[in-house]
C-alpha cells in the first residue's frame, strides 16, 4: 500500500491509498476516523475507516499485537456480511500501524 500526501506546507489536504483518494473526515471515534474517499478512475465514492492499532493498544493497555489480531477477526467476519442493513466491507489494507 503506498500513501502519498498531498497539499503545501505539510498540510494534509488528500491521501493517496492504491487506487483511492481519502479526503475530509466525515466521522471519529474512539479508536477510529472515517473519510470520505473517491476512487480516482471510477470517481466511486467509499467511506473509509482508518484505525490507528498502535493508539488503540495503547488506550486499551493490551499489547499491539492482541489488538491487530482482534481487527483481523472482525475483518473476516465483516467481509462475509451480506446484509442490507450493514455497510458492506469490500477490501483492507494494512499500513503498518493503521488499518
Request: proline share 2%.
Amino acid at each position: 500500500m503506498a500513501a502519498n500526501e498531498g497539499g503545501s506546507g505539510g498540510v494534509r489536504k488528500y491521501l493517496k491509498v492504491n487506487d483511492w483518494v481519502l479526503g475530509e473526515v466525515i466521522g471519529s471515534g474512539a479508536d477510529s476516523v472515517v473519510r470520505l474517499a473517491v476512487h480516482h478512475v471510477t470517481k466511486e465514492k467509499a467511506a473509509v475507516k482508518v484505525i490507528d492499532t498502535k493508539r488503540l493498544a495503547r488506550q486499551e493497555q493490551k499489547p499491539k499485537k492482541d489488538i491487530q489480531r482482534r481487527i483481523r477477526r472482525e475483518i473476516e467476519i465483516l467481509t462475509r456480511l451480506d446484509h442490507p442493513h450493514i455497510v458492506q466491507m469490500r477490501e483492507a489494507l494494512w499500513n503498518g500501524d493503521e488499518v
